[in-house]
């Protein structure tokens, strides 16, 4: 008999295969993993296997280090608040889904942030804002040096300068 596991069944085993799933999608070896997230070997293999239930810093650690959502973890390991669940496991199915990727993820993100906006709902807290994972714009403007009585100051271009005036 083929077992399903639903969304429903939020517990620490589910979260364990859950992460080694993520962990070997992601080509890494238990002590690579280990390593990027700050978590000892053995007790990652412990999270892997069931048998610790990791905190949310671990968690969020972890979750950086695999490149994914921090919230699909903490869905996983049951850490959310129960008014928080509705909005997040709707995010971490997106998150989760295999047949689309990132870009096509973090567009419907926000097509959905954007909904529940426009129908009264906030993020719920912890939901990572979809324009916060965006860097920004890499500053272009060269800085100049200036010497002023013995002390350096840098000075960054602020583009708004007359381009005629001379520097």
Not at 29 to 36: F, G, P, T, V, Y
Not at 50 to 79: D, F, H, M, N
Not at 136 to 162: A, C, H, I, L, W
Request: charged share 30%; aromatic share 4%; hydrophobic share 35%.
């Amino acid at each position: 008999m083929v077992h399903h596991r639903g969304m429903a069944s939020l517990n620490v085993g589910n979260l364990g295969e859950y992460l080694r799933e993520q962990r070997r999608n992601a080509q890494l070896s238990l002590r690579q993993l280990a390593d990027a997230a700050g978590v000892s070997n053995p007790y990652l293999s412990q999270i892997e296997r069931g048998l610790r239930k990791p905190s949310a810093e671990v968690l969020q650690q972890v979750a950086k280090a695999l490149r994914i959502s921090a919230e699909t973890l903490y869905v996983r390991a049951g850490i959310l608040d129960e008014r928080d669940r509705d909005e997040l496991e709707t995010r971490a199915v997106i998150i989760a889904d295999p047949s689309i990727n990132e870009r096509q993820k973090a567009v419907l993100l926000q097509i959905y942030e954007s909904f529940r906006k426009e129908n009264g709902f906030e993020t719920a807290p912890g939901a990572d804002d979809p324009d916060a994972s965006k860097q920004p714009e890499p500053d272009t403007e060269p800085e100049t040096e200036m010497k002023t009585g013995g002390e350096s100051v840098v000075r960054k271009d602020s583009g708004t300068d007359d381009p005629g005036a001379a520097g």
